[in-house]
């Protein structure tokens, strides 16, 4: 990689000519600086829960409603020492995997698929738009009376938002592959299947991740609504069990393992995403090298 | 390699009128062209005036309404893997390397990984850019992805090569290098070139013919042979009193055109 930036620069007429010749002790800006940013949110996040603590203990807000954070904190070690995490993060995390990797993954084929089926496509396209902009909440009670109170109905649920965002973006990632490319392919008497794997796929890759990352966040929603409305276990479940007794720490306590487990799958995409399509981010990466 | 023979019998050719009820357009009258094989010839005229259509011809990319056109005997065909086409776009792939767009099209016909890497790299060596081969597009200069373009076309040794005004995106510094470049190629490797550009004087420089096509609907209205020694040193040539009378004479004709 380092070598690839510095050749790169070497070169008299090459982009990457400004960056290299900029003066020896440069001064980044703040927004360039991984620290500065890093300190950035500290004082944010310590701002903010300093007010809400501050605000909770000295009774200025009432702690029916809003709780404050060390009570929280608490709330969620007693809930790690319980069954948050051994019943109800396994058994939600079990029903978004399960529905999001199965629906991805036919969301993925169907989107290729289609794509080489222009009639049937045309044919599909306004049902998948109608079943696309049902609000998918509304189907949680049909889940349960289909596929009962158990995980599977939540596997549904997550399944049902996931497939179509994933569908979607793959779809337009397809879509978007440049004409000229496809041009070159005839030109040199690629087959069809070479013109799949070497043109569309790798154009279609940057577009698929978007649908994968968006897919994840909405099978999360899927399934922790669908816990809301029925369930045994779960982060909704739980979530629905302390409005209804006003345990309003344990709720908030629950809300924030829902955050921090979606920012670390959204930040594991993200590093996928940078190993299998690095193409995309390389001028990214040598700037912030050079 | 060689070139080989392109005859185009008495073509003509129509477009469908983009407004409706309207009757379809004439962009090319009935033309006939011979071209032998080792020729380098320019195509030049007005825009719109049919000289991308007969390149498109013999890439077997359109049939033509009226007239037939045969390459070496036969129909042209898409995706023939002895025509090489070169665009004014390059249509690198963004996520291969240099090494890796120039050998697509050697991956496309089943060349073995090693040897198609041995002649992608030397091919690249031979167009400058033998310090490039991990580069990717992105980090490249427009003049650098051209080169790999040009690269990517020639690897393959095709015996005819289709260029639709490959330099005419560049600036003039980096179009005058890669035109001597390729002029130097070619003259290595003598295949049929078919060069459609609007820049008279790139035509004249590297061609040994150049074909002037009226405006649009096209046919051709002029010939000129380039009687200029090779190898050619593009620079020299354009100070030349040779070429000037050239330009002067064939500039007579293509001026009526464009401005018809």
């Known amino acids: 990689m380092n ?22 002790t440069p001064r980044r800006p703040l927004a360039n600086r991984i620290e500065a940013v890093v300190a950035g949110w500290m004082i944010v996040a310590g701002i903010f829960l300093g007010l809400w603590e501050w605000g909770g203990t000295t009774g200025r807000l009432n702690l029916l409603f809003f709780s404050h954070p060390s009570a929280i904190w608490g709330a969620l070690v007693e809930g790690v020492r319980g069954t948050l995490i051994t019943m109800d993060a396994r058994y939600t995390l ?65 399944a049902s938002l996931t497939f179509f965002v994933v569908f979607a973006n793959t779809m337009a990632g397809i879509e978007s592959v440049d004409q000229d490319h496809l041009l070159l392919a005839r030109l040199q008497g690629a087959t069809r299947w070479q013109t799949f794997k070497w043109f569309i796929v790798p154009s279609a890759l940057p577009s698929i991740f978007i649908g994968l990352e968006l897919g994840f966040i909405f099978g999360m929603l899927g399934t922790v609504s669908g816990e809301m409305i029925v369930g045994e276990h779960g982060f909704g479940v739980r979530l629905q069990r302390d409005a209804g007794v006003f345990n309003t720490k344990g709720y908030f306590a629950t809300l924030f393992l829902l955050v921090v487990i979606s920012a670390v ?10 190993r299998l399509i690095r193409w995309q981010t390389l001028h990214l990466v040598s700037r912030s090298e050079g | ?86 665009l004014a776009r390059d249509a690198l792939l963004p996520w291969r390397t240099a090494l890796g767009n120039v050998t697509l099209p050697l991956d496309i016909r089943g060349v073995p990984k090693a040897e198609s890497e041995a002649r992608a790299r030397k091919i ?15 980090q490249l200069s427009h003049g650098m992805r051209q080169r790999v373009a040009v690269a990517r076309t020639l690897v393959v040794e095709p015996h005819t090569l289709l260029m639709d005004e490959p330099f005419s995106a560049l600036d003039a510094q980096t179009r005058l290098s890669l035109q001597q470049q390729f002029v130097e190629l070619w003259e290595r490797v ?3 070139v078919i060069f459609v550009t609007h820049d008279l004087t790139e035509a004249i420089l590297m061609a040994d013919r150049v074909l002037v096509f009226s405006a649009r609907p096209g046919r051709i209205c002029a010939e000129f042979p380039i009687e200029l020694e090779r190898p050619r040193s593009l620079a020299e040539l354009q100070g030349t009193d040779k070429f000037h009378d050239i330009f002067r004479k064939i500039w007579n004709v293509l001026r009526d055109e464009v401005h018809a």
């Not at chain 1, 070598?3 to 020896?24: F, Q």
């Open chain 2, 1 to 86: 390699m060689s070139g080989k023979s392109i005859e185009l019998d008495r073509v003509e050719q129509y477009f469908d009128s983009p407004h409706a009820g309207e009757p379809r357009k004439q962009v090319l009258q009935p033309t006939n062209l011979k071209f032998e094989g080792e020729e380098f010839v320019a195509l030049v005229g007005p825009s719109g005036c049919g000289k991308t259509t007969v390149l498109n011809m013999v890439a077997g990319l359109i049939r033509p309404t009226k007239g037939t056109v045969m390459l070496n005997g036969r129909a042209p065909r898409v995706g023939d893997t002895d025509v090489g086409y070169l």
């Open chain 1, 94 to 158: 079990l029903a978004v995997l399960l529905g999001f990797t199965g629906a991805a993954l036919a969301g993925i084929a169907v989107a290729f698929a289609l794509s080489q089926m222009p009639y049937l496509r045309k044919v599909l396209n306004p049902f998948f738009t109608a079943f696309n902009s049902l609000p998918r909440v509304a189907l949680a009670p049909l889940f349960v009376m289909w596929f009962g109170i158990g995980l599977f109905s939540h596997v549904m649920m997550a």
């Open chain 2, 124 to 138: 690249l060596k031979e167009v400058g850019l033998g310090d490039f081969l991990d580069a990717y597009p992105s």
């Open chain 1, 3 to 24: 070598t690839r930036a510095v050749t790169a620069a070497e070169l008299e007429d090459a982009p990457a000519m400004e960056t290299k010749a900029a003066d020896p």
């Open chain 1, 265 to 274: 799958l959204s930040a594991i995409f993200q590093i996928a995403k940078r």
């Open chain 2, 190 to 192: 003598r295949s049929t």
